[in-house]
């Protein structure tokens, strides 16, 4: 069975950090593209980070410069280390494992809230 469990999301003032750690368990870890999506209230989903097997990495323009994706192979887990936080960043986030069409996992989400 596949799980993808986020943790350390939480209520954090602008300006500060905070890690979001995705676990994943009944997956070949080192295999998968691993991506961090957010959806605010009334908002689509939309994709925040992403690394690939690899190690390549890509960021969505709102947050390049502030937030680091970063994978453990060994812990199977994935991280999003988020700097300069705004309020606009106030979202559920949502870690993905990618391994083609037919290959794709969610986790139950954690949520973020930045308060200005």
């Known amino acids: 069975q596949v799980r993808l469990v986020e943790s350390g999301g939480g209520l954090v003032q602008a300006g500060g950090s905070l890690r979001l750690s995705c676990a994943a368990t009944g997956i070949t870890f080192n295999r998968y593209s691993m991506r961090w999506y957010r959806q605010a209230p009334g908002k689509q989903r939309e994709l925040v980070a992403g690394?690939?097997?690899?190690?390549?990495?890509n960021y969505a323009d709102s947050v390049k410069g502030r937030f680091t994706i970063s994978r453990d192979n060994a812990k199977n887990t994935v991280y999003l280390q988020m700097n300069s936080l705004k309020s606009e960043d106030t979202a559920a986030y949502y870690c993905n494992a990618d391994f083609g069409a037919v290959n794709q996992y969610w986790g139950q989400g954690t949520q973020v809230t930045v308060s200005s």
């Open positions: 690394i690939s097997s690899g190690g390549s990495t």
